[in-house]
């Protein structure tokens, strides 16, 4: 019954209440304009992402895809509430596309609840509960392997400590809005997050377990290491020195602890590091390592498989340091640095490095043992995390895979030309040799100094970096910058793993720095032959715009299925048999096809009922412009928009406009001395050149521009060549509810020509007072609670740039001259002209 008196309502409506009808429908038109504006603008976002321009955290993804799903819910509402009862298939349709939109979304990987805290031997092949670091040393452990006894606080322990104290809509509202083209906004976010999780109470359940298992056997009152062991970490990247480690904690502080290694999950640093490697954040859930401290007399880092002096074969790497192994691996201390042999007993092939410490040939040979069955253990070389205690015996407290090395291939190899940019003469001139080779490869740029205050976000694209040390804070950098040279630092630091796995060269040991690569300076950095260069040749120069589209098209590889349920469009054809609800594939489609039938609604519905309008067909009381101009237009009035003495004939004179801001249009289409571009008849010729062949005359109904206008209302779409432009108006009274909405794409030009011109529009339209959003040639445009006096005045402005933009992009050469058209235009309209 429900839809049988729906359809009954309309029939009433239709005969008894024409007006009525007709006003019902145009505010449910306007309502779906506005739904079909917000979609757009989400649909143009996520593109911008898609493609790589952008790096925003998953979280503003996922916000959007839910905002345009909503949106565009809204669409298809207002086109069902202007045909009640049509288009049965759209409902289907638009779940059917949520559906799919949802399986593309990442999961929670992580559940609340039961146990807290697990005994790390239960760690041993369970990431997604233990985190990877706790992961990797319960398989350490099984291994026969000296490690300290642990407990493991799990992701489920996460999960309830941000349910219970309310956090997770509260830190969802902020990761959204990290866009790592906007650096300077990173860390004011990441302090707002950090500050909610230090400010949040941790359960008592949760609290009574951790204090009730750092007091059980194995710890005895001991001081704890309190480490971070998030999902993710430990893995396929390594995170390393990104979160945090409590070292020294008091038994009784443990819970105060948990909360600061959880509170770094949102550090800059981390959370920048996570977004370029494209993690969710509910992807990468903490769970946190409880280790007892080792009293080390001797402390850090193993390479189990690294290239021997002088290329010769391979060997074990060994970086030590006196005490605890935190200065050294956070890069402020040097190591003194062991290549041994990968056999036993390990045979020392160099020694090197000032560190105050020593390591026995027992000691050196247990490691390389160690190195050797960790790589067996897990199949791949790796980085051992190692302390000596006062006994002499080595433990183990982390294995990670080592990051691989990215050296240049044979067929990569730089040649250095003759005429390289040098200062003070030409050719490759070496600026500093023998320096530490800490990541490989190759890059060059401008000298960038870093200070230790300073914030990295200022760090422009493509320069060297060179700072005093290797701090783990760099890692906000490495999307940036094509090389770093230091004045300390090892290949065991944290950095210089990150900076492995993002291929940026790196070196150390620069004494003078300052004085020796003044900023400004162009230099080549060799990260494997450890040494700097002057000047930098044009295939280096090239490199980091290569390696840019090389990301980008890694991303848009990563997002093709989500793009395919959001933005693609498909429905480009309104003529085509799939025009129609079964035919949308994404929810772009969806807002193209209510997009096309509101507008056919509008001006007048098919026989059929709606299911097959065409905004060629059923055009009820749209009528032409009589006009000059070489473009066909059809109005339909809305109530007041023309004259009651312009009859009720087809076609309508300029003089028959009554609706005010159609009139403000006209004047600066037709009226205000602008010379029309001779190119023949304006129409939609993207359309013409489909259908034509003679069959069609080119004022068809089909090619021609469309609007819908009121006393004090318009919309109009407007088709010129192979561009269109879309507004929508209200211009009255009342300043609080006028406004003038843009929108304007396409053309017959080539991609960066048909940006060029929308750049022209951008500034002319912000110079008029409009807030412009420019993606790629689409541009969006709103000016909003302005007097009357003055949309009629940008009304004006805009037809005359209408006309004057007119196959623009097909003349524009280069960025500067679209800039002086924009300056002219402007001075122009500033002189009344």
Same mark, same amino acid.
């Given at each position: 019954m429900?839809?049988l008196?729906?359809?009954?309502s309309?029939w009433g409506q239709a005969i ?7 006003r019902?429908r145009?505010?449910a038109f306007?309502?779906l ?5 917000q979609s ?6 996520l593109?911008e992402?898609f493609s790589g321009a ?5 979280a503003?993804?996922n916000w959007l895809?839910g ?6 819910g809204?669409?298809v509402?207002r ?7 049509g288009?049965?298939g ?8 949520r559906l ?6 990442p999961?929670?990987l992580?559940?609340?609840g039961?146990?807290?805290?697990l ?6 092949g369970r990431p997604?509960t233990?985190g990877?670091?706790a992961a ?17 606080v ?7 400590f941000?349910t219970?104290?309310?956090?997770q809509r509260r830190?969802?509202?902020?990761l959204?809005?990290v866009?790592?083209?906007r650096?300077?906004r990173v860390g ?8 909610l ?7 008592e359940?949760?609290a009574r377990?951790?204090r ?8 005895a009152?001991?001081?704890l ?17 990104q979160?945090t ?9 443990i819970?105060?602890a948990?909360?600061r290694?959880v509170?770094s999950?949102?550090r800059?640093?981390?959370v920048?590091y996570r977004v ?9 859930p903490?769970a ?6 080792v009293?080390a007399?001797?402390a850090g880092v193993?390479h189990?498989?690294e290239?021997a002096p002088g290329k010769?074969?391979q060997?074990v790497?060994?970086f ?5 192994a ?6 402020t201390s040097e190591a003194r640095t062991?290549r041994?042999?990968?056999r036993l007993?390990?045979?020392i092939l160099?020694v090197?490095?000032d560190a105050?410490?020593?390591?026995g040939q ?8 160690i190195g ?12 051992v995390?190692?302390a ?9 407290l982390?294995?990670r895979n080592q990051s691989?090395?990215q ?7 730089v040649v ?7 200062l003070?003469?030409s050719?490759a001139?070496?600026?500093?040799e023998g320096l ?11 000298v960038?100094h ?8 200022r760090v422009?694209?493509g320069?060297?970096?060179?700072v005093?040390c290797?701090t783990?804070t760099?890692a906000?950098g490495t ?8 004045r300390s630092g090892?290949?065991a ?8 796995e993002?291929r940026?060269?790196?070196?150390s040991g620069?004494?003078?720095i300052?004085?020796?690569l ?5 230099v080549?950095?060799d990260?494997d032959?450890g ?5 930098c040749?044009?295939?280096l120069?090239?490199a980091?715009a290569?390696?840019?589209e ?5 991303l848009a590889?990563?997002f093709a299925a ?10 480009t ?5 799939d025009?129609?609800p079964e035919?949308?594939?994404?929810l772009h489609d969806?807002?193209r096809?209510?997009h096309?039938?509101?507008?056919a609604?509008?001006v007048?519905?098919?026989e059929n009922?709606?299911?097959?309008a065409?905004p060629?067909r059923?055009l009820g009381k ?10 066909t237009? /059809?109005l339909?009035?809305? !109530? $007041?928009g +023309?004259?009651?003495?312009s009859? *009720?004939g087809d076609? @309508?004179?300029?003089?028959d406009?009554?609706s005010a801001p159609?009139?403000a249009?006209?004047?600066g289409l037709a009226?205000s001395?602008e010379?029309?571009a001779?190119?023949g008849?304006c129409c ?7 259908v034509?062949?003679g069959?069609?005359r080119k004022?068809s109904r089909?090619?021609?521009?469309y609007?819908?206008l009121?006393a ?9 060549g192979?561009h269109?432009?879309m ?7 009342r ?5 003038i909405? /843009?929108?304007?794409m396409? !053309? $017959?030009? +080539?991609?960066e020509q048909?940006? *060029?011109?929308?750049? @022209?529009?951008?500034t002319v339209l912000e110079?008029?007072g ?10 969006n445009a709103?000016l909003?609670?302005?007097e009357e006096a003055d ?6 402005m ?7 933009t ?10 500067a001259?679209?800039?002086r058209l924009?300056e002219?235009f402007?001075?122009?309209m500033?002189?009344?002209?």
């Amino acid at each position: 019954m429900g839809f049988l008196s729906r359809i009954l309502s309309r029939w009433g409506q239709a005969i008894f209440f024409p007006e009525g009808r007709l006003r019902d429908r145009y505010e449910a038109f306007k309502a779906l304009l506005a739904a079909d504006e917000q979609s757009l603008l989400l649909v143009a976002e996520l593109e911008e992402i898609f493609s790589g321009a952008r790096q925003v955290d998953p979280a503003r993804i996922n916000w959007l895809c839910g905002q345009l799903s909503e949106a565009v819910g809204n669409v298809v509402a207002r086109l069902l509430a202007m045909h009640p009862g049509g288009y049965p298939g759209l409902a289907g349709t638009l779940a059917r596309i949520r559906l799919g939109l949802a399986q593309q979304l990442p999961p929670r990987l992580s559940k609340s609840g039961r146990p807290f805290v697990l005994p790390l031997a239960q760690a041993l092949g369970r990431p997604e509960t233990a985190g990877g670091k706790a992961a990797n040393l319960a398989a350490v452990q099984r291994a026969g392997l000296p490690v300290p006894p642990g407990l493991v606080v799990t992701t489920g322990a996460f999960q309830h400590f941000l349910t219970a104290s309310g956090l997770q809509r509260r830190l969802e509202r902020l990761l959204r809005q990290v866009d790592l083209s906007r650096p300077d906004r990173v860390g004011p976010l990441c302090v707002g997050m950090q500050a909610l999780v230090l400010g949040a109470s941790v359960p008592e359940d949760l609290a009574r377990a951790l204090r009730e298992a750092v007091a059980g056997s194995g710890f005895a009152g001991r001081r704890l290491a309190v480490r971070s062991s998030a999902v993710a970490e430990d893995g396929e990247r390594s995170f390393a020195g990104q979160y945090t480690s409590e070292l020294d904690v008091p038994p009784e502080h443990i819970v105060e602890a948990y909360r600061r290694v959880v509170a770094s999950k949102y550090r800059p640093r981390a959370v920048t590091y996570r977004v370029t490697c494209g993690l969710p954040d509910e992807c990468a859930p903490m769970a946190v390592l409880v280790l007892p401290m080792v009293r080390a007399t001797a402390a850090g880092v193993l390479h189990s498989c690294e290239s021997a002096p002088g290329k010769a074969g391979q060997c074990v790497s060994i970086f030590a340091s006196a005490g605890l192994a935190d200065a050294l691996v956070s890069g402020t201390s040097e190591a003194r640095t062991y290549r041994l042999s990968r056999r036993l007993p390990a045979q020392i092939l160099d020694v090197s490095g000032d560190a105050d410490v020593e390591l026995g040939q027992t000691e050196l040979s247990e490691l390389v043992m160690i190195g050797l069955v960790l790589q067996s253990v897990f199949g791949r070389p790796q980085e051992v995390e190692w302390a000596r205690d006062p006994d002499g015996r080595c433990y183990v407290l982390q294995s990670r895979n080592q990051s691989a090395p990215q050296s240049l291939k044979a067929d990569q190899e730089v040649v250095w030309p003759d005429d390289a940019e040098a200062l003070g003469g030409s050719g490759a001139r070496a600026l500093a040799e023998g320096l530490n080779p800490i990541a490989p490869g190759v890059g060059c740029g401008a000298v960038f100094h870093l200070g230790a205050g300073d914030d990295i976000a200022r760090v422009p694209a493509g320069a060297v970096l060179a700072v005093d040390c290797l701090t783990p804070t760099l890692a906000r950098g490495t999307d940036r910058v094509v090389a770093v040279v230091a004045r300390s630092g090892c290949r065991a630091s944290h950095f210089a793993s990150v900076a492995r796995e993002a291929r940026v060269p790196v070196v150390s040991g620069l004494k003078n720095i300052r004085a020796r690569l003044p900023e400004g300076l162009l230099v080549t950095v060799d990260g494997d032959a450890g040494r700097i260069l002057a000047g930098c040749s044009a295939a280096l120069r090239d490199a980091p715009a290569k390696r840019m589209e090389e990301q980008r098209k890694r991303l848009a590889e990563r997002f093709a299925a989500l793009a395919r349920q959001t933005c693609h469009l498909g429905l480009t054809d309104p003529e085509a048999p799939d025009f129609r609800p079964e035919g949308c594939h994404s929810l772009h489609d969806l807002v193209r096809f209510c997009h096309e039938r509101a507008v056919a609604e509008m001006v007048g519905p098919t026989e059929n009922g709606g299911t097959d309008a065409r905004p060629d067909r059923g055009l009820g009381k749209a009528r032409r412009l009589r006009t000059g101009l070489a473009f066909t237009l /059809f109005l339909l009035d809305l !109530g $007041g928009g +023309l004259a009651p003495a312009s009859g *009720r004939g087809d076609e @309508v004179r300029p003089e028959d406009i009554a609706s005010a801001p159609m009139r403000a249009l006209w004047q600066g289409l037709a009226c205000s001395g602008e010379t029309w571009a001779d190119t023949g008849f304006c129409c939609d010729w993207a359309e013409f050149d489909r259908v034509s062949a003679g069959i069609f005359r080119k004022d068809s109904r089909l090619l021609a521009s469309y609007g819908l206008l009121s006393a004090d209302y318009l919309h109009l779409l407007v088709r010129f060549g192979y561009h269109f432009a879309m507004l929508d108006c209200l211009c009255g009274p009342r300043a609080e509810a006028n406004y003038i909405c /843009f929108r304007f794409m396409g !053309g $017959g030009g +080539l991609p960066e020509q048909r940006r *060029r011109r929308a750049s @022209v529009i951008a500034t002319v339209l912000e110079g008029s007072g409009f807030v412009v959003r420019v993606r790629g040639d689409m541009l969006n445009a709103r000016l909003s609670r302005a007097e009357e006096a003055d949309v009629r005045r940008s009304l004006i402005m805009l037809g005359r740039l209408l006309v004057r933009t007119q196959r623009l992009d097909l003349r524009l050469t280069d960025a500067a001259q679209a800039q002086r058209l924009a300056e002219d235009f402007l001075s122009e309209m500033d002189q009344g002209q």
